[in-house]
C-alpha cells in the first residue's frame, strides 16, 4: 500500500530514547537510526555505506556515530567525517538524514523531500508531559497494513461490536452517524451521546457525553471527550460544547499509526482523565481498559489482513459510516499524486 512521504511520522515516545543511545526502526520499509545528543535528535539510514552494516549497532560519539563494524565515523548530516587508515574521504561517502523533531511527548521523522519539512504540520498533540492532563503511555506492533489501522479509527461503528467487552459500549451507538468535516490535513468527527451512564468515573449517573477527534495525515487521532449535565446536546444545538462546563470523565487521546514495512506497523497510544477529573488511579483504570479494547481491534484487523491476503482482487462494499473513511482515503491519494508530480500510483 501507498502512504505519503512528506509527512511527519512518529518514530519513538520522547523518553524512550536516553540521551547518546541509539535506536533502529524502520518507517515506510526504510531502517532508520535515532540518536540524542545535548537534547537534539538526529536521524540517519541505518546503513553503512562500507559493508552496509546497521549503524544501529554502532556507538554515539558526541553528535557523531561510529559504525562498530569497521569504524567509520558519522557526522549527524550523514556525511562521513573519518575512515581508520585513511586520510581521503570520498564525497560520496554519505548516508541520508531526515528531518527529526521531538514535541508532544514524541519524536517524529519527516521521511519525504527536507526542503519540505514543514514543522507546523506537526499536530498539537496531547503530550503526556502536559501538566493539565494524567495520562499512560502504550504501544502495540500489529501484523497488518497501517491502512486497516485508519479505517477503524475513521469509523467508530465498531465500538459496539468489537468492545462490547471493554469500552461497553452500546448496541444503539453504531446506529447514529458523527458529523464529519473535512479539515486541511484530515477529518473532524463530532458525536453526542444522549442521556447515556456516564463512562468513567461516575457509571450510575446519566449524562449527555460528548466526543470530539480529529484523524490526520499521515495517522494521527487526537481526541478530547466529557461528560455534561442532561440536556446539554440540545442546548449546543448538538455541537461543540463549551469544554469548562463538562462535570465528568474529561479525557484525553493522542494515537499515531506508523507504517514499518508490508503489514507491519507500529501504534503509539496515550489516554487519561483531566487533573480537575481524576487522579492517577482513574488514569491506570482508563489506560488498563484501553489496552483491553485495542488488543481486541489487534486481534480483529490481524484476522482481517489475513483474509484480505488469501482474497483475490478483494473489494469491499461500503456503508453510510464509511463517509470519513472515503474523504480521508482521497485526501492521501491527492497527497501521493502530489508528491509524484501528478502521476497517478498503483
Not at 274 to 281: C, I, L, W, Y
Request: proline fraction near 7%; aromatic fraction near 10%; glycine fraction near 8%.
Amino acid at each position: 500500500m501507498n502512504y505519503p512521504r512528506n509527512a511527519w511520522y512518529v518514530a519513538s515516545w520522547s523518553n524512550q530514547l536516553p540521551e547518546s543511545q541509539l535506536a533502529g526502526l524502520t518507517i515506510l520499509d526504510e531502517p532508520i537510526v535515532l540518536w540524542r545528543t545535548g537534547g537534539k535528535v538526529h536521524a540517519l539510514a541505518d546503513r553503512c555505506v562500507h559493508r552496509l552494516a546497521p549503524l544501529s549497532l554502532g556507538r554515539c560519539e558526541g553528535s557523531h556515530l561510529r559504525c562498530m563494524y569497521h569504524g567509520f565515523l558519522y557526522d549527524s548530516s550523514g556525511q562521513v567525517v573519518a575512515i581508520p587508515g585513511q586520510d581521503k574521504i570520498p564525497p560520496r561517502a554519505r548516508v541520508r538524514s531526515y528531518p527529526a523533531v521531538d514535541i508532544h511527548g514524541w519524536i517524529w521523522v519527516w521521511m519525504g523531500d527536507p526542503e519540505k519539512a514543514d514543522e507546523s504540520l506537526i499536530p498539537a498533540t496531547y503530550s503526556i508531559d502536559d501538566p493539565q492532563w494524567l495520562q499512560g503511555q502504550g504501544t502495540i506492533d500489529y501484523n497488518a497494513e497501517a491502512q486497516l489501522i485508519h479505517d477503524n479509527l475513521l469509523d467508530f461503528s465498531h465500538l459496539s461490536f468489537v468492545h462490547a467487552n471493554s469500552f461497553g459500549t452500546p448496541d444503539d451507538f453504531s446506529e447514529s452517524l458523527p458529523k464529519v468535516t473535512a479539515l486541511p490535513q484530515g477529518m473532524r468527527f463530532e458525536r453526542w451521546l444522549v442521556n447515556t451512564p456516564s463512562p468513567f468515573s461516575h457509571p450510575e449517573q446519566l449524562v449527555d457525553f460528548y466526543q470530539q477527534y480529529d484523524f490526520l495525515v499521515p495517522g494521527i487521532l487526537v481526541m478530547w471527550f466529557g461528560g455534561f449535565t442532561a440536556g446539554s446536546a440540545q442546548a449546543n444545538n448538538f455541537g461543540r460544547p463549551d469544554f469548562s462546563r463538562a462535570t465528568s470523565d474529561v479525557g484525553c487521546t493522542s494515537q499515531a499509526v506508523t507504517p514499518m514495512g508490508p503489514r507491519q506497523s507500529r501504534y503509539f497510544f496515550s489516554t487519561g482523565p483531566h487533573r480537575s477529573h481524576g487522579d492517577e488511579a482513574l488514569k491506570d483504570a482508563m489506560m488498563a481498559t484501553t489496552q483491553q479494547a485495542f488488543e481486541e481491534d489487534r486481534t480483529m484487523i490481524t484476522a482481517q489482513q489475513a483474509i484480505i491476503d488469501r482474497t483475490p482482487s478483494p473489494t469491499v462494499i461500503p456503508s453510510a459510516h464509511d463517509r470519513g473513511i472515503t474523504m480521508f482515503h482521497n485526501m492521501v491519494a491527492r497527497l501521493i499524486k502530489e508528491e509524484s508530480g501528478g502521476r497517478a500510483q498503483h
